[in-house]
């Protein structure tokens, strides 16, 4: 037998090389000169316009507003600065807890009826099969009608005699008159009732073009399981529209609360002070007589509307990051 020796393994002992380092791309210094090569200046060039008028019509008026709520005037006689006087007199002034609780309750109020309303009728709307085009447009005409007609309109319904509009119709179900604007028990929700169906329409749309993103797929698996149309809006529908019902929600509590239009055409305030909000105050303030009232204390109550708005709407949106992105 021949036995034969295999050639011996030759093992490759060298060290491994280091892993080679990818280069690294040297950070550019801006400078000037590099900004406008970049196309910085033609850019503010473009943004210009826009900055001054913004600028001049934004900024400017919130400026001089700050400063005006800390000087007595009426913008004909000069100025005189008083400090934090305006502040102690609008906090001291005893029709300044009925403007906010009568602004709590329209706000309350047009959340109750205001809030749900819109996103049911967007909900029926979303499931017709025909003629959506037309309900659209017949929900969105009250936001295309002028806001002072609409309220004068409405005005005109709300006659509390017999033979009024809305009373007649009452009458048809056996339903007695109501005095509407002339109670002030139900003075306030005349105001809501006319409100929530002026600004219906805008929340109807926005709500329906939510709805288109929703995955049908959701309401197959609801069916497939037996879900009514209920079962579909509240388990479906309104978990997807999470964070565009967070959104209108904040809207409408800042709007509600700087209502002025209805209280100030319908009721004046009245009767007795039942209709009288915060913005209405803040009218009463600066154009209380022929010459002008006093716009400092007028200034000094909407700087602290602004503030409490602006701190409310940032405790609201930290408070709900988490439900509304979940």
């Given amino acids: 037998m021949t036995v034969t020796d295999d050639p011996p393994v030759v093992r490759d002992t060298a060290p491994p090389l280091p892993p080679t380092s990818v280069p690294q791309k040297r950070k550019r210094r801006?400078?000037?000169?590099t900004w406008v090569r970049g196309g910085g200046l033609s850019n503010l060039v473009f943004l210009a316009p826009m900055l001054v008028v913004f600028t001049v019509f934004s900024w400017s008026p919130i400026v001089q507003s700050v400063v005006m709520s800390f000087q007595k005037t009426n913008l004909v006689q000069p100025a005189t600065w008083v400090g934090l006087d305006n502040f102690?007199?609008?906090?001291?002034?005893?029709?300044?807890?009925?403007?906010?609780?009568?602004t709590l309750y329209f706000a309350l109020l047009a959340l109750i009826f205001g809030f749900p309303i819109p996103?049911?009728?967007?909900v029926l709307m979303s499931e017709v099969k025909r003629g959506k085009g037309l309900y659209s447009a017949l929900a969105y005409m009250p936001v295309v009608i002028p806001p002072v007609v609409a309220v004068l309109l409405w005005k005109v319904f709300y006659d509390a005699s017999p033979n009024g509009v809305f009373n007649t119709v009452l009458g048809w179900v056996g339903i007695p008159p109501q005095p509407w604007l002339q109670s002030a028990a139900t003075a306030m929700p005349s105001l809501v009732i006319e409100a929530t169906w002026a600004a219906a329409g805008g929340s109807i749309i926005i709500y329906l073009a939510a709805l288109i993103s929703v995955p049908p797929e959701l309401y197959d698996a609801a069916e497939v399981d037996g879900a009514g149309i209920w079962r579909k809006v509240w388990h479906v529908t309104v978990p997807q529209l999470r964070g565009v019902l967070f959104i209108m929600l904040i809207l409408q509590i800042i709007a509600t609360s700087q209502v002025f239009l209805e209280p100030y055409?319908?009721?004046g305030g009245g009767p007795n002070n039942a209709t009288l909000t915060i913005l209405l105050l803040i009218y009463r303030y600066a154009f209380q007589n022929s010459l002008g009232g006093d716009y400092g204390e007028a200034t000094a109550l909407s700087l602290m509307l602004a503030i409490f708005l602006g701190l409310m709407s940032w405790a609201y949106f930290k408070l709900t990051e988490r439900w509304s992105t979940n």
């Fill in 119 to 122: 996103l049911f009728l967007a």
């Fill in 30 to 33: 801006r400078n000037p000169a």
């Fill in 88 to 102: 102690e007199r609008v906090l001291s002034d005893p029709i300044l807890g009925t403007a906010i609780l009568n």
């Fill in 265 to 267: 055409l319908f009721t």
